[in-house]
C-alpha cells in the first residue's frame, strides 16, 4: 500500500511539532545519534546508511495524501496541518563518512536545524543508519575472516523484509563483500551480481550427471553446485563432463552446501588437482559466519570463496545496537540528560583520531571549536538542506574508504577475537568541564 515518506515517523514526533508550533520555539535544535556501548562481539562499528538519510532530507515534504491522514486522526490543527505544508529540512548535517570504524559514544551524525526540522526526522534516521551499520559491521568480520577470498551475500530470503534486503547489499559491499545474489541491489546500486543454480536444477533431472552437462552448455563458465546427492561423487561427474568436453570444459568452480564442509573441500581438491583441473575452485556455503570460516581456513581447509546468507543477513550474534538520538543543544544552550545508563554529553562535538606511525592509537571526543590532537572524523555533509561535497560520495568511494580506514586500525581491532585491550575513547577537558557545568544546573 503506498504511503508518504515524511510519516515515516513515531506519532509523538507529530505531536511534540504541533507543541513547537504552538510555543513558536523554532530555535535550531541540535540532535546527536550515537552508539551507547558496542556489542560484547564487536570491536567496533562500521558506519553505514548516511547516502540514504541525506537523499530523505533534501526531498522530505508533507504531500496532500499525508496532510489528509494526519487530518483524519482528529489530532492536529487547521493552523499546524497549513504550516507543515511548506515544511522542508533546512539545516545542517555533521557526519562521519560511511566505512569509518567508531566506537561507543562517539556521535555517527549530528543534525542542526529548527527544532521541529531536527525532531521530526529522528526516526528515519536512526533506522537507517542503524540497520546498515548494524550489517556492514557484520559483514566486515566475515570479509576478515575470509582472508581475502571472496564473500558472497546470500542473504535476501531470509532478510527481514525488502528494504532490508536492499539496504542490506549496499552495506556489505561498504564492508568488502564482493557480490550478491540480490538482482535488484544490483540494478538500484550497480553491485556485481552472483549465482548460478539451486538443487531442485539437480532434482528436476533424472540424472545428476545431466544437469550438470546442460547447465554447462548454457552457461560455461558456471559454478556447479555438487552435494545434492553424493558430494564427491558430484565432484568426480565434474571431472567426466571435463574429459568429455574436452578444451570446451570452462567450468569455473564447485560449490559445496553442506556436510562436512573441511574434510569434503580437501577431497573434492584433490579429486580435481588429479584429474589435472586445479583452475576449478571451491566454492562453500550454508549456514555460515565468520567464526566458522576463520576454523574452516585455520584447519586448512582449500576453500576459494564463500557464500553467506542468513547470518550475515540478520546480524544474528549482534542484531541490534543500542543506538541514541538525542538532544544536545537547543537555542544555543547544551542540554543534558541524567537518567541513569542514559547519559548525554551536551553541545556540538567532535571526534578526533590520533595515530602513531599510520595507525589509530586512541578517540577523543571534544567540543566542535576544539584544536585538538588528532584527526577530526566528522564531516559537513549538509548545509541549508542540501548536500555539501563530503555528502556527494559515491558507493564505491564509501567502499574504498572503508578498506582504507580498517586497515588503520590496530591488528587486535580487526581480529574477529575480542580485542584485548579495547580501544580507548577519550573526552576532552572542555566537554568534561561542560557536562559538570550543566550537571550542576540541573540538580539545583
Known sequence: MPFSPALLTDLYELTMLQAYFAEHMTDVGVFSLFVRRLPKQRNYLLACGLDDVLAFLETLRFDQPALAYLDSLGQFSAAFLRDLEDFRFTGSVWAVLEGTPVFANEPLVEVEAPIAESQLVEAFVMNQIHLQTVLASKAARVVEAAGGRQVVDFGLRRMHGID??????????????????????????????????AHSYIQAHDDEGDAFRAFAHLYPDTVLLVDTYDTL?????????????????????????????RALAVGARQILDEAGLPSVTIFASGGLNEDEIAQLLAAGAPIDGFGVGTDMGVSRDAPSLDIAYKLVEYAGRGRLKLSTGKALLPGRKQVFRVERDGVADHDVIGRRDEPLPGRPL???????????????????????????????????LRSIEPAVPPYTVELSAALVRDWEALRRQYER
Do not use: W
Not at 234 to 239: D, Q
Not at 247 to 258: E, T, W
Not at 378 to 401: E, F, K, N, S, Y
Open 164 to 197: 532490508a534486503g536492499l539496504k542490506a547489499a549496499r552495506a556489505f559491499h561498504v564492508a568488502g563483500v564482493h557480490a550478491t545474489s540480490n538482482v535488484a541491489a544490483g540494478q538500484a546500486y550497480g553491485l556485481k551480481i552472483a549465482g548460478t543454480m
Open 233 to 261: 561423487a558430484g565432484v568426480r561427474k565434474v571431472v567426466e563432463l571435463a574429459r568429455e568436453l574436452g578444451p570446451a570444459f570452462h567450468v569455473a568452480g564447485v560449490r559445496l552446501d553442506s556436510g562436512d564442509l
Open 378 to 412: 566528522l564531516r559537513q555533509v549538509m548545509a541549508g538542506g542540501r548536500r555539501c561535497p563530503a555528502g556527494q560520495v559515491t558507493l564505491d568511494a564509501a567502499r574504498a574508504h572503508a578498506k582504507a580506514e580498517r586497515d588503520r586500525l590496530p591488528p587486535r
